[in-house]
């Protein structure tokens, strides 16, 4: 059974960067793998994305900012975040698109 550790998240202030960390336990391949966000009194949405062949995609408003990626060695996927914005506050969650797995999520708060 995969478990989903996410950290990195924080305190930053507009503009700054954060690297958020998700390391899959339970499994040696890393498949569809996502990143998704929650802030409060909205709806968990999908933030950016990694495919099993590599290829990515990210919701509109983060393109150019976030980047997704992953090193299979080390059954981790991450996001780069930069340009950090006080909307981009939220729990960012990871979660394994095959197995319908979710991390505990991890804190981001950008203030203005």
């Known amino acids: 059974q995969v478990e989903l550790v996410e950290s990195g998240g924080g305190l930053v202030q507009a503009g700054g960067s954060l690297r958020l960390s998700c390391e899959a336990s339970?499994?040696?391949?890393?498949?569809?793998m996502g990143w998704y966000r929650q802030a409060p009194g909205n709806q968990r949405e999908l933030v950016a994305r990694?495919?099993?062949?590599?290829?990515?995609s990210y919701a509109d408003s983060v393109k150019g900012r976030f980047t997704i990626s992953r090193d299979n060695a080390k059954n981790t996927v991450y996001l780069q975040m930069n340009s950090l914005k006080p909307e981009d506050t939220a729990v960012y969650y990871c979660?394994?698109?095959?197995?319908?797995?979710w991390g505990q999520g991890t804190q981001v708060t950008v203030s203005s």
């Open positions: 979660k394994h698109e095959v197995f319908g797995r």
């Open positions: 339970g499994s040696t391949f890393i498949n569809t």
């Open positions: 990694i495919y099993s062949g590599g290829s990515t």
